[in-house]
């Protein structure tokens, strides 16, 4: 089906003045608290977005993978600022030189192998530290250990950084979370002192905690989603539904089975993040009553849920419930008159 000239269903839609917003209330957020802004741009993958997000005051960026970083790498030397990687990285250290003669690089660590790597090619570290998710980080009172390892063999030490990612649940987790950061990364910066050193950035942050931070302890924050927002954020009561610059634009293409309907969307371009607190495989918010009960890979069944639905042909907006998920699946994201080529798709080491 054809909706907007040349592009065929389904793809994805960026409002850009939501967008702007988005980015600009996160920047002062974080201005007005003296947090400086590093945004995770692996939720978008997109250059235009990253300089969008650099342009309003972003510190550098974070990303998940080295090959992400080399993506970003000329953008972020241009403006002359750094990079974080915020993984284990396990990648050969000639791949990391490389990518530090282009751009400034901090990559995570959690491990005494991990320092050694990145000893070898040259390139400094965060420790990052574990404050409650339980998926990757030292314990924070051991923080001050490897990054005396890192020290003594002449790496840089940045500081810290942890995850909060256990706030992606309803009610109090956000908040409980956000307490559990800071107090991680205070028991790490003392753990630095402890050990002689000093602990210049304590990072922490994902999208739902960022509005509970203690700006006491943190000093920088890595949301990501902030900056599309997507129907998990509207679920936890982070985002408003107005607030969500992306779309996925669909279109019915059967109805042939009673009281449902068939989107051209499915798990391919949906993804098939569906936490227990999200209603579906995505909103559909000119048929709230509406569900998007199964996906299949080309298929999005929506239950009419007996209510009224979209006639055969219709083309119809989807809110996916995790966009990074989304941008992952797609070429490129329709931004107005323009098109944004999702570069960092695939680079996924
Ligand atoms: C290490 C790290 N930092 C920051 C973020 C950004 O969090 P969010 O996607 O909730 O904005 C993520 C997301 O997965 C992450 O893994």
Redesign the pocket.
């Known amino acids: 089906m054809w909706d907007r000239a040349g592009v065929s269903t389904p793809y994805a839609v960026v409002d850009r003045d939501v967008l702007a917003a988005n980015v600009a209330a996160m920047q002062a957020f974080c201005d007005r608290r003296g947090i400086a802004l590093r ?2 741009a ?2 978008h993958k997109t250059l235009e977005i990253a300089r969008l997000q650099l342009e309003a005051g972003a510190v550098g960026l ?1 990303v ?1 993978t080295v090959g992400e970083a080399e993506v970003y790498a000329d953008l972020l030397a241009q403006a002359d600022v750094d990079v974080l990687v ?2 284990p990285v396990a990648v050969p250290p000639e791949r990391l030189r490389d990518l530090a003669r282009r751009v400034r690089v901090v990559v ?1 660590v959690d491990s005494a192998q991990g320092v050694s790597r990145a000893a070898e090619a040259g390139v400094a570290v965060s420790v ?1 530290v574990d404050c409650g998710l339980r ?1 990757s980080g030292v314990d924070p009172a051991q923080a001050g250990l490897l990054a005396a390892v890192a020290a003594a063999r002449g790496v840089p030490v940045h500081g810290v ?3 909060p ?1 256990h ?2 649940a309803p009610g109090a987790a956000a908040a409980s979370a956000a307490a559990d950061e800071a107090r991680a990364l205070a028991d790490a910066a003392e753990s630095f002192t402890a050990a002689g050193l000093e602990c210049a950035v304590r ?1 922490g ?6 509005g509970h931070v203690d700006a006491g302890v943190v000093t920088e924050l ?5 900056a599309l927002q997507d129907a998990q ?1 509207v679920a936890l009561g982070v985002a408003a539904l107005e607030d969500v610059a992306l779309r996925v634009r669909s279109t019915v293409v059967s109805n042939a089975v009673a009281g449902q309907v068939v989107l051209d969307a499915g798990a391919k371009v949906l993804g098939t993040d569906r936490p227990a607190y999200v209603e579906g495989h995505g909103l559909l918010p000119a048929y709230p009553h509406a569900r998007i009960e199964r996906v299949w890979e080309h298929h999005g069944v929506v239950d009419l849920r007996g209510g009224a639905g979209p006639a055969l042909g219709e083309v119809v907006d989807v809110v996916p419930n995790h966009v ?1 998920a989304t941008v992952n699946l797609l070429d490129e994201l329709v931004a107005g008159d323009e098109t944004w080529r999702v570069a960092a798709r695939g680079r996924n080491s």
């Open positions: 945004p995770h692996k939720t974070t998940a915020a993984y995570g990052e998926r950084f942890t995850f990612g706030g992606y990072s942050g994902c999208t739902p905690t960022a890595r949301p990501g989603v902030y954020q990074c």
